[in-house]
């Protein structure tokens, strides 16, 4: 782990910061100590600081490229930390191509996928989690994810992760001092307030653990497989959550041979559904394919949907319950409710690992309980104000260092200082790669590798 960013590279990057295709306007956008040297061969002159400029893009005959604005922002005072040049031009892709080649012939080197960003964290203009938020902002696929990101981008989980390291680091320092002294005649570590503080750093983790889980659902969503027996509905099920027609829907069973994937937003919670071929045995090469992709996609899904015919005899369920992976989370849809009469809404309504309801794929009799039930189940609520953006791997640092709490808390109540500090100081190096005052160079490499290009 490094407790230190790796020194920028001294090269200088362009590539176009606008996404690929026609539109009104294309920028490209370089970032690099060469840059004020590239301007003044394109434009002719050097912009004054963060001031637009209209002139021409020449190539290196004199010859105009493009007629646009050119905006330059001098280091330190830029989104990379860097001097930064965007030249604004008409947003046709040969256009784009011939200002990119010229910034390329004049010494700059296309940008590696996320390296702006990158660059913006190693000078530290941003922290991790704040150039993370860059790329769930860009990607956000929902209002309320959007706004999670913004927040994280402005550096408030940022700031409730350093205000727990603070008091985490404050706390260590008093054990630390207490051990360093031992000819004093009085044990501090026999000091309840130091348990109690310890206490309340764990009770405030464990707020931030929460808050973070929810970051994790608007970013990552919940993957749902619907399995079943072949016409049990499944595909009925599918298109009306989706609300079109995605999957096909026939009398004659086996239909879906290969897995339907579609994308769905309930209240913000991005929902990622795979149809799957109907459970049975298989009758071609075909088909055995189709359900080994079925019991890929099962394995993979963080719930499965259960959809069974509600006309059949019960007894049909435990048996295709007994094809489900051991630990996956599922819930028991009856559905065709509208054939068999029965009530729609909640049969067994348990949010944990096991839950049974009664819908109709083709009236839509239920499916709100189903919908509600599906945000219930992993804990999530509509965004409101202070939620923020997360990734999994924020949560894992949190888990561990909630563990570390838990571990020092322990030591102190046993008057083992020396495990005591060094639990909170393994806490607070995990809270710190959030943020990346402690971090690798391979974490970072994974982390950026996920951006676009130009950003």
Not at 41 to 49: D, V
Not at 142 to 162: K, M, P, T
Not at 358 to 375: E, F, I, M, N, P
């Amino acid at each position: 782990m490094n407790t230190a960013r790796p020194a920028p590279s001294a090269d200088t990057i362009a590539a176009p910061a606008t996404a690929p295709g026609q539109g009104g306007i294309g920028i490209v956008r370089l970032s690099g100590p060469a840059t004020p040297a590239i301007a003044a061969a394109i434009l002719g002159t050097l912009p004054a600081a963060r001031r637009a400029i209209l002139g021409a893009f020449r190539d290196a005959g004199g010859q105009a490229i493009d007629r646009g604005l050119a905006l330059f922002f001098p280091a330190p005072h830029s989104f990379t930390g860097e001097d930064v040049l965007e030249l604004h031009g008409h947003g046709g892709p040969v256009v784009m191509d011939l200002l990119l080649r010229r910034a390329l012939e004049l010494g700059a080197r296309l940008a590696r996928p996320g390296e702006f960003s990158e660059r913006a964290f190693l000078n530290g203009k941003l922290d991790l989690a704040q150039a993370e938020a860059v790329a769930d902002l860009i990607g956000s696929g929902s209002e309320a994810a959007a706004r999670a990101a913004l927040r994280s981008l402005s550096g408030e989980f940022s700031r409730r992760v350093r205000d727990i390291v603070d008091d985490l680091v404050a706390l260590r320092v008093e054990i630390e001092a207490a051990i360093d002294f031992p000819e004093e005649e009085i044990d501090f570590l026999a000091d309840t307030r130091l348990g109690e503080r310890c206490a309340a750093l764990t009770e405030a983790l464990t707020d931030l653990r929460q808050r973070t889980r929810q970051g994790c659902l608007l970013h990552d969503g919940l993957c749902l497989a619907l399995v079943g027996r072949p016409n049990a509905g499944k595909s009925s099920l599918l298109n009306a959550l989706v609300g079109r027609d995605s999957a096909i829907v026939s009398r004659i069973a086996g239909t879906t041979r290969d897995l339907i994937r579609e994308q769905i937003h309930l209240g913000g919670l991005p929902l990622h559904l795979v149809d799957t071929a109907g459970l049975r045995t298989a009758g071609d090469e075909i088909e055995s394919e189709g359900l080994r992709r079925t019991r890929r996609a099962m394995a993979e899904a963080d719930r499965i949907l259960v959809v069974i015919d509600d006309r059949l005899d019960a007894a049909e369920a435990p048996g295709l319950l007994a094809e489900l992976p051991p630990d996956r989370a599922f819930t028991l849809v009856r559905n065709k409710i509208d054939l068999s009469g029965r009530a729609p809404g909640a049969i067994a309504a348990e949010a944990a690992a096991r839950a049974e309801y009664a819908v109709s794929a083709l009236t839509g009799a239920g499916l709100d309980d189903l919908r509600r039930h599906l945000q219930d189940c992993v804990g999530f609520h509509p965004a409101a104000e202070g939620d923020f953006s997360a990734r999994r791997r924020h949560l894992t640092a949190i888990e561990r260092a909630a563990a570390e709490l838990d571990s020092a808390l322990d030591e102190l109540g046993r008057r083992n200082g020396e495990l005591a500090a060094e639990s909170l100081r393994r806490a607070q190096q995990d809270l710190g790669e959030i943020t990346g005052e402690f971090t690798s160079d391979d974490l970072l490499g994974r982390i950026f590798s996920s951006f676009c290009i130009g950003k």
